[in-house]
Each structure stands twice: as structure tokens, then as C-alpha cells.
């Protein structure tokens, strides 16, 4: 279960909230550092990307993805950081749909393994009980506990 | 067979994404499609050998010339909701 798996890694942090989505994204990396996946230099292509591109990377409601390219400078290894935020950081003023709490931030240094990291990740988050009961977690117990009660559906 | 490409910022997160949802929804639909995915850089000098392209809403803007030329555009707006992928396709007339 790659809930698990990110919770086993050490990539996880909580957080109450954001006045700048910038913020929220150097957040959701601060794990991925700590663990040796990614370097500054990474973290400021995924914000220069949201600068670029807008806030696509908010994939479906509350759920943002936060990346760059494969392969990028400042990538070690390949990963996924996960960060919940108890309120909405607004990527979109404007759009209310554009706001997340659930953030998913993507570094990839092996296509291979990435690609089967993203395919759980989507499976998982295509589970709108599974996403509700995630916007609720505050902890890796938590997280661990909608793992749990999920990893059967895999 | 509908030739296919799914398109995000950069080609390695929500192109991905969207490539594994529509390939769910054709299947589903029994409908026969390659698909391939890239960055909508490079996916917009593609657009036009395609018959459809797929991409998040906020980039639909991009494929402007290849819409002239006869390919589709599909924008999503939630890339996980294969619900919002059925709809679409159905109403491009992808399944006819």
C-alpha cells in the first residue's frame, strides 16, 4: 500500500496551513530533502513550473502534485512526498477547485519505478471514501489507519 | 484504432495520470486507442498526427492550431474522475 510506504519512508508531514502556495510546496518537500530524494535546486523548479504552466498540477479537488521533470537537476532518488494541510492553500483565487490539502509531491530519477509509484498513487486517490477519510488524518497513525482499512481494495 | 496523446506541463505526473484514466475508459467503452503522453511542449507540434489529445482544462489554449486542423481537444478539468473521461469521450463522439 504506497500510503504506507511513504509513512515507512519518513516522507510525510502535517501542517495547519499557507497564505502562499509556494510555501505549502517548499513544505511538502522539506521530508524529501531530509531523506536525500531531492535538492533546493528541484524545489524551485516545481514552483517555477506552477509559475509557468498555472495550477494544473491540482489534478482533482483538493489534491494537489507538485512536480517538475523526470530526471531534473537536484533528484537523487525516486519518490513521493506527502503532506496534508488541515486548511486549503488556494492555488487559483479565483477557482475554489483549485484548492488543496492533500499534496503529492513527485520526484522521479527512474521512469520504471516511478511510473509504478504514480499508478498506485492514482489508483489510491481515485478512492473518494479513501480520499475523504485521508483529508481527516493529522498523523502517520492516521494515514497508517486508512492504509489499513484500504489495503484489501488493492 | 483512435490514435491518442494525453499532455500535461512537463510529461512525467498528470499526463501519466491522465494516460492510465482514459485507457481505463476506452476499455470500458470497448474502444480500440493507442496512447501515448508527453509535455504539451512537445505534444503541441504532435497535436495534428493525433485524433485526439487530452490534457488538463487550463491547456485546452494550446492546441488552438491543432483544433483548426481536425484533432480534438479534450480538456479535463478533474483527471481522476472517470466519470468526467466517459462524459467526454461521449460527447467528442469518440465512441461512434
Given at each position: 500500500m504506497i500510503l504506507k510506504d511513504l509513512v515507512d519512508k519518513k516522507l510525510t508531514i502535517y501542517e495547519?496551513?499557507?497564505?502562499d502556495w509556494k510555501e505549502a510546496i517548499r513544505a511538502n518537500a522539506i521530508p524529501l530533502k531530509k531523506e536525500g530524494y531531492i535538492e533546493d535546486e528541484y524545489v524551485d523548479a516545481v514552483i517555477a513550473c506552477v509559475e509557468k504552466h498555472g495550477p494544473y498540477i491540482v489534478i482533482a479537488p483538493n489534491i494537489a502534485m507538485p512536480h517538475s521533470t523526470e530526471?531534473?537537476?537536484?533528484?537523487n532518488k525516486t519518490g513521493i512526498g506527502f503532506m496534508k494541510v488541515e486548511k486549503p492553500v488556494h492555488?487559483?483565487?479565483?477557482?475554489?477547485?483549485?484548492?488543496?490539502?492533500l499534496f503529492f509531491m513527485l520526484a522521479s530519477e527512474n521512469p520504471e519505478e516511478h511510473l509504478n509509484n504514480l499508478t498506485q498513487l492514482a489508483d489510491v486517490l481515485s478512492n473518494d471514501d479513501l480520499v475523504n477519510d485521508l483529508l481527516d488524518a493529522k498523523n502517520d497513525e492516521d494515514v497508517l489507519a486508512v492504509a489499513e482499512k484500504y489495503a484489501t481494495e488493492e | 484504432m483512435l490514435k491518442v496523446i494525453a499532455a500535461c506541463g512537463n510529461g512525467m505526473g498528470s499526463s501519466q495520470i491522465i494516460k492510465m484514466k482514459i485507457n481505463k475508459v476506452f476499455k470500458k467503452l470497448g474502444i480500440d486507442a493507442t496512447i501515448d503522453h508527453t509535455s504539451v511542449g512537445a505534444a503541441t507540434s504532435m497535436a495534428?498526427?493525433?485524433d485526439v489529445v487530452f490534457v488538463a482544462?487550463?491547456?485546452?489554449?494550446?492546441f488552438a492550431s491543432a483544433a483548426e486542423k481536425g484533432t480534438k481537444i479534450v480538456g479535463l478539468?478533474?483527471?481522476?474522475?472517470e466519470q468526467e473521461i466517459e462524459e467526454k469521450i461521449i460527447e467528442a463522439g469518440l465512441d461512434k
Amino acid at each position: 500500500m504506497i500510503l504506507k510506504d511513504l509513512v515507512d519512508k519518513k516522507l510525510t508531514i502535517y501542517e495547519e496551513g499557507f497564505d502562499d502556495w509556494k510555501e505549502a510546496i517548499r513544505a511538502n518537500a522539506i521530508p524529501l530533502k531530509k531523506e536525500g530524494y531531492i535538492e533546493d535546486e528541484y524545489v524551485d523548479a516545481v514552483i517555477a513550473c506552477v509559475e509557468k504552466h498555472g495550477p494544473y498540477i491540482v489534478i482533482a479537488p483538493n489534491i494537489a502534485m507538485p512536480h517538475s521533470t523526470e530526471g531534473a537537476p537536484g533528484v537523487n532518488k525516486t519518490g513521493i512526498g506527502f503532506m496534508k494541510v488541515e486548511k486549503p492553500v488556494h492555488f487559483d483565487p479565483e477557482d475554489p477547485e483549485k484548492d488543496a490539502r492533500l499534496f503529492f509531491m513527485l520526484a522521479s530519477e527512474n521512469p520504471e519505478e516511478h511510473l509504478n509509484n504514480l499508478t498506485q498513487l492514482a489508483d489510491v486517490l481515485s478512492n473518494d471514501d479513501l480520499v475523504n477519510d485521508l483529508l481527516d488524518a493529522k498523523n502517520d497513525e492516521d494515514v497508517l489507519a486508512v492504509a489499513e482499512k484500504y489495503a484489501t481494495e488493492e | 484504432m483512435l490514435k491518442v496523446i494525453a499532455a500535461c506541463g512537463n510529461g512525467m505526473g498528470s499526463s501519466q495520470i491522465i494516460k492510465m484514466k482514459i485507457n481505463k475508459v476506452f476499455k470500458k467503452l470497448g474502444i480500440d486507442a493507442t496512447i501515448d503522453h508527453t509535455s504539451v511542449g512537445a505534444a503541441t507540434s504532435m497535436a495534428s498526427n493525433y485524433d485526439v489529445v487530452f490534457v488538463a482544462q487550463n491547456f485546452v489554449g494550446n492546441f488552438a492550431s491543432a483544433a483548426e486542423k481536425g484533432t480534438k481537444i479534450v480538456g479535463l478539468k478533474n483527471l481522476l474522475s472517470e466519470q468526467e473521461i466517459e462524459e467526454k469521450i461521449i460527447e467528442a463522439g469518440l465512441d461512434k
